[in-house]
């Protein structure tokens, strides 16, 4: 099993920068795929970012894509995103997540994702 703990949530303000961590343990992380979502109050969960199992297919949601960047440390393991240029609009719970058997598209849909983190806050002032 794989346990998942994100880290490095705040307070930010418009135009700065911010990177998340996402601690793994349990598992073999370094061949799962990866994935970032967030919620906002009131909002539905969406998807923000991914990596395939390989690393060599990326995804990102038009409203972060050209600002946050996704990558991993498979020695650790880890996971982070970094965002940058943040934006009001960026304030949600932000949670990593992972599946072993999820790729390709699949990997936007958050219920393909077997393990998650419990999420960490980041919230942008204007």
């Known amino acids: 099993q794989v346990h998942l703990i994100e880290s490095g949530g705040g307070l930010a303000q418009a135009g700065g920068s911010l990177r998340l961590s996402c601690a793994a343990a349990?598992?073999?992380?370094?061949?799962?795929?990866m994935g970032w979502f967030r919620q906002a109050p009131g909002k539905e969960r969406e998807f923000v970012a991914a990596?395939?199992?390989?690393?060599?297919?990326?995804y990102y949601a038009d409203t972060v894509k050209g600002r946050f960047i996704i990558s991993r440390d498979r020695a650790k393991p880890a996971a982070y995103l970094q965002m940058n240029s943040l934006i009001p609009e960026d304030t949600a719970v932000y949670y990593c997540?992972?599946?072993?058997?999820?790729?390709?598209?699949?990997?936007?849909?958050?219920?393909?994702?077997?393990?998650w983190g419990q999420g960490t806050q980041v919230t942008v002032s204007s």
């Open positions: 997540a992972a599946d072993g058997r999820t790729t390709g598209t699949d990997l936007l849909i958050d219920h393909e994702y077997e393990y």
């Open positions: 349990g598992g073999h992380l370094s061949s799962y795929s």
């Open positions: 990596s395939s199992w390989s690393g060599g297919n990326e």
